[in-house]
């Protein structure tokens, strides 16, 4: 992975994302990850890295790539799943390939052949020999998808327990809904909506972010998600089959005056997107 890791955590606001992505990492389980290989390098992967890692943006189609990769093996995606929902550390195997999700101190390891977890680039140092990609989308639409699948979920009495868990993110996001858009865009804090550039800058600078967005060894973009991923399988030698997964069942468009809101409020995100765009190469996936 290229590109600098100078942290920024004694700028950001401590706010209360900042503080449960802090007691995550504080808390994380040492007992069997600490003796865990350095990298189970069962993939032959180019330049010589040794694992994946996805900086997973939310509602860019993440959760679809990720069960592509854990396809990888001879059990299916979805039990796959199961399993890392169930194991105390994080972490599946599927025949030779080891998965590893939202646990910082494996991540930090290096001991998977895919890992994948919404931590902000600050907050989590990856292996040096470790391919990592990240999904890219329209600010607005990406926006959008989150109140939609908010929305949804607070609609679904199957999701009671899950509401009601008192967890991140549940309990605060869905205090972000209140009765409208509006609602929740005076509610959600800029760093949620700015997801783009918060993943890699939490402290939501745009250059920062930018510069490395740009190191990442490709970045693929939702809008095509479908040959972005054909070609990221190329590129790695592997088969990938995506499978779309949480679709919105809530119908919603913003009116006029909240779209022009959110585009305010998205300036900044929705400019460096568009340089990203503009020098991104889809032949390599990364930029020129």
């Given at each position: ?6 942290s ?8 209360p994302l900042?503080r449960?992505?802090?007691a995550i990492?504080?808390?994380?389980v040492?007992?069997?990850?600490a ?8 993939l ?8 994946i ?10 959760t ?15 039990r796959?799943?199961?399993s ?10 599927s ?8 646990s910082?101190k494996?991540?930090e ?8 977890s919404?931590f ?12 990592t ?6 600010p607005?639409?990406r926006v959008?998808?989150?109140?939609r699948m ?10 009671i327990a899950?509401r009601?868990?008192?967890d991140?993110p549940?309990?605060?996001?869905y ?16 760093s949620?909506?700015k ?6 800058s ?6 920062r972010?930018?510069?490395?967005i740009?190191?990442c060894?490709a970045?693929l ?5 479908g ?7 190329s590129?790695?030698?592997i ?16 009116n ?10 998205l300036?900044d ?5 568009a ?6 190469n889809p032949a390599?996936?990364?930029f020129?």
């Open positions: 992975m290229n590109g600098e890791r100078q920024t955590r004694e700028k950001t606001q401590r706010g900042y449960s992505l802090t990492r504080e808390s994380t040492v007992v069997c990850t003796c865990l290989p350095r990298g189970d390098g069962h032959d992967l180019p330049s010589g890295n040794r694992r890692y996805h900086f997973h943006i939310r509602k860019t189609g993440g679809s790539v990720n069960r592509a990769f854990m396809g990888l093996g001879p059990r299916p995606s979805e796959v799943v199961q890392l929902q169930k194991s105390p550390i994080n972490r599946a195997k025949g030779p390939y080891t998965f590893t999700r939202h910082m494996s991540i390891l290096g001991s998977y052949d895919y890992a994948h919404h902000p680039y600050d907050l989590v140092s990856i292996p040096e020999d470790t391919f990609f990240t999904i890219l989308r329209d607005v639409r959008i998808s989150h109140y908010l929305r949804d979920l607070s609609k679904d009495p199957n999701n899950w009601t868990k008192g991140m549940a309990a605060v996001e205090g972000w809904l209140g009765d409208s858009f509006d609602d929740f865009l005076e509610r959600a804090p800029i949620a909506l997801k783009q550039i918060h993943t890699f939490i402290d939501l600078n745009p250059v972010a930018e510069e490395r740009m190191a060894d970045v973009w939702t809008e095509e998600l040959d972005c991923l054909d070609k990221l399988g590129t790695l030698g088969s990938l089959e995506l499978k779309r997964d949480r679709q919105s069942i809530e119908p919603f468009e913003p006029p005056s909240q779209l022009a809101n959110l585009k305010h409020l300036a995100e929705i400019d460096m997107l340089r990203l765009r503009s020098s991104w390599s996936l990364s020129h």
